[in-house]
């Protein structure tokens, strides 16, 4: 009886199937890997939330000082040496982590089967790091949810979610001026109101008083990661000043965007000045070159979205008003000043200013 020879890697002759077969087992691998490293993860957090229970208990009913947490940090690193996590600043955000969502949270439902555990659902599946974060920045529990909700979606490192949470992007998530309940059908268009903020924060920029439009473009193209990041998830970058050309003339986009969750073209539009209904008027143009020349067959409608430096609303809503194409507008800065009054808004001084009152109070000697 002949034996037929085993297959061993780097023979040519491979039977059917097997190359299919490999790359089935690879994604099943990854997606247990995946898997465990979730269910290790929502035990790790599950954890830190009973640990957090117990100390508060203790503290609550017997009076527990910071010399006992201290007593106590030193015992668990004594019995689980090598074993992370049991720090006494990290005892301490235990606890926090706890007070931040006690039992008696009504934010959301607890997770379905930890019984002993009762925290938001996404809360369980991001790292302890980016709850650290979460329970030191955010103090209100509906937003430390939804950050957690978009870090797991967007797959956010901690930088990054401390970079949305510091640029205030719950406040800002869906906030643009648009048309689009009228100019889009209603899954588009709430997808796309949710795509858009107002205003979008570019504190990467340093801008001169003097500066224009091409170097507001220019720096947003020098840092077209930041640039990218602040714009959200979906947009894939086209091109700048891109060209159309309509009956022998040329007319130039600022920036060109195709977004791909949205399935359509965005056009930007820059400006360094107040929004003005004859913006709106350009970007409806704009909108309807690109939908003739540049659409394909399966992309939905393209979106216009003029940033300027500011607005106001009410002529915004005129001018979107009757406009036939899904158009938003939004506001940009360089730096975060939505949460001071209104009566403050652009009084604090520049760095120019600190710098030039700063030399004439104490002179350089030549």
């Known amino acids: 009886m002949t034996r037929k020879a085993a297959i061993v890697p780097g023979d040519a002759k491979l039977p059917e199937g097997y190359t299919d077969l490999v790359k089935e087992l690879?994604?099943?691998?990854?997606?247990?890997?995946v898997k465990a490293a979730l269910s290790v993860n929502r035990e790790l957090i599950c954890l830190y939330w009973q640990i957090g229970r117990d100390l508060v208990e203790k503290q609550d009913a017997e009076g527990w000082?910071?010399?006992?947490?201290d007593r106590l940090a030193r015992d668990l690193q004594s019995e689980f040496p090598g074993t992370d996590g049991f720090s006494r600043t990290n005892l301490y955000r235990m606890r926090a982590f706890y007070s931040a969502y006690p039992h008696t949270s009504p934010v959301v439902p607890q997770v379905v089967g930890q019984t002993d555990c009762?925290?938001?659902?996404?809360?369980?599946?991001?790292?302890w790091g980016?709850?650290?974060i979460l329970i030191e920045k955010v103090k209100d529990p509906a937003r430390r949810v939804w950050y957690a909700r978009q870090a797991i979606e967007h797959g956010w490192s901690r930088a990054v979610l401390h970079l949305q949470i510091e640029s205030d992007l719950y406040a800002r998530q869906g906030k643009a001026i648009t048309?689009?309940?009228?100019?889009?059908?209603a899954p588009?268009?709430?997808?796309?109101?949710?795509?858009f903020k107002d205003p979008y924060i570019f504190s990467f920029l340093t801008l001169e008083p003097s500066a224009r439009e091409r170097d507001l473009e220019r720096g947003l193209m020098d840092h077209i990661q930041k640039f990218l990041l602040e714009l959200g998830v979906g947009f894939s970058f086209i091109g700048r000043q891109y060209l159309l050309e309509v009956e022998g003339c040329e007319y130039y986009i600022d920036l060109l965007f195709y977004h791909l969750k949205l399935r359509c073209f965005v056009v930007i539009d820059l400006k360094m000045e107040e929004f003005s209904p004859e913006h709106a008027g350009k970007m409806n143009f704009y909108l309807s070159v690109v939908d003739d020349l540049l659409r394909q067959p399966g992309d939905q409608p393209s979106i216009g979205l003029v940033l300027c430096k500011t607005k106001k609303h009410l002529t915004v809503e005129y001018a979107l008003r009757d406009m036939g194409k899904p158009i938003g507008v939004s506001e940009w800065r360089t730096r975060l000043v939505a949460s001071l009054p209104k009566r403050l808004r652009g009084s604090l001084p520049t760095i120019e200013d600190l710098e030039n009152e700063l030399a004439k109070k104490y002179p350089?000697?030549?």
Not at 26 to 33: E, G, L, M, V
Not at 65 to 69: D, H, S, T
Not at 118 to 127: A, D, G, K, R
């Open 26 to 33: 690879k994604t099943k691998i990854r997606s247990a890997q």
């Open 65 to 69: 000082g910071a010399k006992v947490i």
């Open 118 to 127: 009762l925290l938001p659902e996404p809360v369980m599946h991001i790292p």
């Open 130 to 132: 980016h709850n650290v």
């Open 179 to 185: 048309n689009f309940p009228e100019t889009l059908p």
């Open 188 to 195: 588009q268009s709430d997808l796309a109101l949710q795509t």
């Open 364 to 366: 350089v000697d030549e």
